[in-house]
């Protein structure tokens, strides 16, 4: 399924995405979700997670502020989507930074997520490398990534999206690289947190490669056409929220993609 056939059944379908996010990216993951055509559900107690999986389209689980009693619900809730062969999305936010971090990210991988998404940094340190990140920011190149993700995703059966200046995905054998954005966006917190969230209301409608690039190719239209038209985190924000929910069938270049 090529990008604008995904947008096309993203607004169509309108599907119901689980988010276990950060308090930081609720609402910016919220309203992405909603601009670009899902339904997002922010749901995180301990209590009614695995009953409420079900019933989405997807799951995404991003361990940004990570607690006990959120760890505890997303590995409820990856389990039951599991069970109900729904696919979920792993985002390991600065899993390197502390043991309890790092832990919590190879107990929710060994649980088997669809999808990794990560910067650079986050992705050569969850394959087992030594990478450069400081906090939730990338200290490594994109490029110096691509060795560990396509490894990770052939030892998880997964696939590994890299986010940065130019995005890399892949499921171990194919491999796709993607252009666009803005300089601006890394000055707007919990854009990726954003991101991940978006690449699971795709997950929910297409096969999950081709939706985890249709993810990123509409992230980074909208990034390109909003950071033209404004000069600042503030306004960028507003106008990229904006762009995201104008853009339509046919609006994704498919020239963003390249095969690598």
Known sequence: ????????????????????????????????????????????????????????????????????????????????????????????????????????????????????????????ALAGGAGSGKGADSGDRVSDAQRSARALAVRHDCIVAVSGPVDFITDGKRSASITGGSDIMPTVTALGCALTALVGAYAAIAPRFEATIAAFVHFAEAGERAGAETSGPGSFSVAFLDTLHALQTGDLLETRMSWN
């Open 1 to 124: 399924m090529q990008p604008n056939a995904a947008l096309d059944a993203l607004r169509t379908q309108s599907p119901l995405v689980h988010c276990i996010t950060n308090y930081v990216a609720m609402n910016i993951a919220a309203n992405v979700t909603l601009a670009a055509g899902a339904s997002p559900a922010m749901i995180h107690a301990p209590e009614e997670v695995a009953d409420f999986t079900p019933i989405a389209g997807a799951l995404t689980i991003n361990i940004g502020t990570l607690s006990t009693p959120w760890l505890e619900s997303m590995k409820a809730a990856a389990v039951a989507a599991n069970v109900a062969k729904m696919p979920w999305v792993l985002d390991p936010v600065a899993h390197f930074a502390t043991p309890y971090r790092a832990k919590a990210a190879l107990d929710l991988l060994a649980i088997k997520p669809s999808i990794v998404r990560g910067n650079a940094s986050e992705i050569i």
